[in-house]
């Protein structure tokens, strides 16, 4: 069923566009989990001990400052004496303004938090990572371990976002085949906005798409898609052209808006897709360069215990713990998709050579879906 929530008008677009627009996981979202022992109560202290001697945590994320800020304060309530410094970083900046100060000798991040599948892999190439792993992970499905020191901290469903003041809830696409035929059929009604294939988020969600469904489906779907969508590169100017009335549907949109959209009350909403929905990886590492190394372990392995993923769930992220029970009535997590989309239409995008080898190749289809 979709999602039908309501919005104050469009004065409340800034705040929902970070949801539904920013960011921008691997293998499939199987539920198998990995063998790692819990935190021994003495590698904790030698960790605090090890933290209060450092000088705060800085961290580069993207991850929009009023996501993230609840879950900096779910952890400084456990750890008061460390100071985190967040920096809201798009992902590209995320690694570039580490690498930079890092080849300077200049103090730079502990952790790195980040969306896009291709620029994790030129990341762990050009060696970012301290090779950290937290604890707790027997509680995990096995693909949050990505390998080589990077994590899976929020892996985020696709979402399809819909002008209700547009189309009554038995006209919101439901399928990638019904967008695609409603589209072809009634483009005066079902106008579309996305983002260009430059976005991470837009490629990692179409490498997902072509996993679920094949190639030969994904491109027909964007063949008919492509003449009704305009694209926009940031979020702001696509969320305010569809409360405008300029679009009915917006796809391709951040699994972030699960958070954001139930406190506003107005016309929008979303929907989950039941015939493919891909996850989108926001990753974390901490960084070989780290000058605070302890602290960037403890906030590591705080994401991985229950505190942690309630703080995430009720922040926007979505909670990736096995069995996974808010205990705060959030509900964005892996365990209330499940309610929503079958199973094997679920795609973690992973972080590995194949999601970089075939950009080349998806961007030049998509460009030809669009006649750019």
Not at 153 to 162: D, K, N, R
Not at 327 to 344: D, E, F, K, W, Y
Request: charged letters at 10%.
């Amino acid at each position: 069923m979709p999602i039908s929530l309501k919005i104050g008008g469009l004065a409340t677009a800034v705040a929902l566009t970070a949801a539904l627009t920013s960011c921008s996981t691997g293998g499939s979202s199987s539920s198998s989990t990995v063998s790692s022992a819990p935190a021994s109560a003495s590698s904790v202290k030698t960790l605090k001990q090890q933290a209060q001697r450092e000088h705060g945590l800085v961290i580069y994320a993207n991850a929009p400052a009023q996501y993230f800020q609840p879950v900096i304060a779910a952890f400084t309530k456990q750890y008061p004496f460390i100071k985190v410094s967040p920096a809201d970083l798009n992902d590209n900046v995320v690694f570039s303004k580490y690498e930079a100060e890092a080849a300077q000798g200049a103090r730079t991040a502990d952790l790195l938090i980040a969306s896009a599948p291709a620029s994790w892999v030129q990341a762990e190439q050009n060696g970012v990572s301290a090779g950290v792993t937290p604890t707790g992970l027997n509680a995990f499905p096995s693909w949050v371990n990505q390998g080589h020191g990077v994590f899976v901290m929020s892996a985020e469903p696709i979402l399809t976002t819909y002008n209700a003041k547009l189309l009554t809830p038995s006209q919101v696409p439901r399928t990638w085949a019904q967008l695609a035929a409603d589209a072809k059929a009634n483009p005066a009604r079902y106008k579309l906005a996305s983002y260009p294939i430059s976005n991470p988020l837009n490629y990692g969600g179409i490498y997902g798409l072509i996993h679920v469904l094949g190639a030969g489906k994904v491109w027909s779907y964007y063949n008919a898609m492509a003449p009704a969508t305009k694209t926009f590169d940031d979020g702001l100017s696509a969320l305010t052209y569809m409360l405008q009335g300029g679009a009915s549907v917006g796809y391709m949109s951040s699994g972030l808006g699960q958070g954001v959209l139930p406190h506003y009350k107005g016309l929008a909403g979303y929907t989950f897709m039941r015939d493919a929905t891909p996850l989108i990886p926001r990753a974390i590492t901490v960084t070989k360069n780290a000058a605070s190394p302890a602290s960037a372990h403890l906030f590591l392995d705080f994401l991985y215990t229950q505190a942690g993923q309630d703080a995430l769930c009720a922040a926007g992220f979505e909670a990736t713990m096995t069995n996974f029970h808010s205990a705060n009535g959030c509900t964005a997590s892996l365990t209330a998709l499940q309610s929503h989309v079958p199973a094997n239409t679920t795609y973690l995008v992973p972080i590995n050579q194949a999601v970089l080898d075939q950009q080349t190749a998806i961007t030049q289809r998509w460009n030809q879906a669009f006649h750019r």
